[in-house]
């Protein structure tokens, strides 16, 4: 009677696959919703941010510079620092949106490993399933073998 067993663990092994696959989808559809959640906070509130903030800096170096009394003219030196701020700026903003874009990457790729170890949850259910059924086959032919020698119905 083992092989009842083995067909009841067969399909306990088939539905808990299934069950783990479901919860690693669930679980990578909900990285990838954060990760669509953080690009969407970098581009409308975080880099805006940044730049109003570099424009005030800016506009507060560009006043103290003609508060001191020096010319704001090509060549000079106040124009050539208020040009590498501007660069540094650009510099800054251009790291913000390679972090923000490596970040959200990072979160899609993680959705994706999530996904494939649900893969592998279901797969190795499957697998488990056919070996109890492989096992169950094998108890029904070991029992029909014996029951045979014996001339009589032998339940094992």
């Known amino acids: 009677m083992s092989f009842l067993g083995n067909i009841a663990a067969a399909q306990s092994a088939k539905a808990i696959g299934k069950y783990n696959a479901s919860v690693a989808y669930k679980e990578a559809q909900y990285e990838r919703k954060k990760a669509a959640v953080k690009q969407k906070v970098y581009e409308t509130v975080e880099k805006p941010r940044l730049l109003d903030q570099q424009d005030q800096q800016f506009a507060n170096f560009f006043v103290n510079s ?10 000079t030196t106040p124009f050539l620092v208020a040009l590498k701020n501007k660069q540094l700026q650009s ?11 490596v970040a959200v990457t990072d979160m899609i790729n993680q959705s994706l490993l999530i996904e494939a170890r649900g893969r592998g949850e279901e797969f190795k259910g499957k ?10 086959a094998g108890s029904l032919l070991t029992m029909g073998s014996k029951s045979q020698d014996a001339g009589r119905l032998v339940i094992t």
């Open 66 to 75: 003609l508060r001191s009394g020096a010319e704001m003219r090509e060549g």
């Open 91 to 101: 510099f800054d903003v251009a790291i913000a949106d390679y972090n923000s874009k």
């Open 127 to 136: 697998m488990t399933a056919n070996t109890e059924y492989m096992k169950a």
